[in-house]
């Protein structure tokens, strides 16, 4: 069974500061990298993807993918209030298909 | 641009009764298209998939069953609804590049309850 791991929070950050958050995977094989955010009662909106190892950033976000170790991350910085939500990591390409599998999501807390 | 529409938004279906939630896409053409089913407080699960017309990868064994009667229409059905079919239904898009998949984007969803 391939997997994707996150630690479900819910993680609590300050205004301001930095939030890091965390994504292991189990299939080698895996091609494409990406993180979504979800609002409570939302559809899960696309906000970064990766496909090659090192930093990709885009704003506010940067995601971290380290292929060796089978880890992606994403730092979000100057969190804000608005950034509360679930942020789930996904994974496609496993066993060479176009199927992605996604972790059960982080809960994240920016407080004012 | 790209639009993803999936209708009903809201869906409360006694058990037993037949389901029918139709996703459509537009602004793109030969889309994969995916079901996926969330459970309340639970992570994203892949029903099916699809890489073209009439071609559909099951994942999960249930009482649902997919079709894709047109290149951007992508329908998820149920003869008959059990109690844990109840969920939010969401519908999304991809695109493939150099053979793999890239940026998935996903439709409103349908929030159905079973009774």
């Known amino acids: 069974q391939k997997e994707v791991e996150q630690n479900s929070g819910p993680l609590s950050v300050p205004e301001g500061a930095i939030a890091s958050l965390n994504c292991t995977y189990s299939?080698?094989?895996?091609?494409?990298f990406f993180w979504y955010r979800q609002y409570s009662g939302k559809s899960p909106e696309l906000i970064m993807s990766i496909y090659s190892n090192g930093d990709k950033e885009d704003g506010r976000f940067t995601a971290q993918l380290n292929k060796a170790s089978q880890y992606v991350s994403l730092l979000i910085r100057d969190s804000q209030p608005s950034d509360s939500a679930t942020y789930l990591c996904a994974v496609g390409g496993t066993s060479g298909t176009y199927k992605y599998i996604f972790g059960t999501g982080t809960r994240l807390k920016v407080l004012a | 641009s790209q639009t993803i529409h999936q209708w009903p938004a809201t869906l409360v279906q006694p058990v037993g009764s037949p389901l029918s939630l139709e996703c459509t896409v537009e602004?793109?053409?030969?889309?994969?298209l995916y079901w996926y089913r969330q459970a309340a407080g639970r992570g994203l699960q892949l029903l099916f998939y699809?890489?073209?017309?009439?071609?559909i990868s099951s994942e999960v064994p249930q009482n649902l069953s997919a079709s894709r009667p047109q290149d951007r229409q992508f329908i998820l059905s149920s003869k008959k609804l059990l109690l844990s079919d109840s969920g939010f239904y969401l519908c999304a898009w991809s695109r493939g590049i150099a053979g793999g998949p890239g940026e998935q984007f996903f439709g409103p969803g349908t929030r159905l309850t079973v009774l």
């Open positions: 299939d080698r094989g895996s091609q494409s």
């Open positions: 699809s890489v073209g017309i009439g071609q």
């Open positions: 602004g793109t053409s030969n889309p994969n």
